[in-house]
């Protein structure tokens, strides 16, 4: 599985029609980008910007995605000009994408301790968390907020 990431600007005009076909495609669009491996599509905003992620599947990415803009039913889908293609003074009134780059994994792997060498299981260490009350020596008291205009709905600690 490959996880792709686009940054993609979509002028404020144009954008709740953009979002509405993008966060329900027709079942057509769906067959195909299904078909050639693009599974579990995620969407975010910031400001003018759009997040865009997904998960390939396939074994020949550039194939696929060639194959992808070459379906009639998607020229009005996809957002066709890259931003390395729209100069500077315009970029602001065009639609783009970019690719973002990787730039490394965290938390691939559980970071807890087996639970049989701790004596808590994981619910308990997540009980313990939320209540403020940590296992001892590690702390002992647990700051956690929400922000008002938080979109994320991250927790800050």
Known sequence: MRRVAEIIHVVPEEREEYLKTHLNPSE?????????GIRNQVYF??????LMSFEYVGN?????????????????????TRRRDVPADRQMSTNW????KRLGT???????????????????????MISGEMIANVATHNDITFDDDDWSE???I
């Open 45 to 50: 905003a910031l400001n003018d910007l759009l």
């Open 106 to 128: 965290t938390l691939a792997e559980s970071p807890m301790p087996d639970d049989e060498d701790e004596g808590y299981t994981l619910e308990e260490q997540y009980r313990s």
């Open 97 to 100: 994408w970019a690719p973002l």
């Open 60 to 80: 020949e990415f550039y194939k696929d995605m060639a194959a992808i803009a070459a379906y009639p039913e998607m020229k009005n889908y996809l957002v066709q």
């Open 154 to 156: 991250s927790i800050h």
């Open 28 to 36: 057509k669009v769906a067959q195909i980008l299904w078909i050639h």
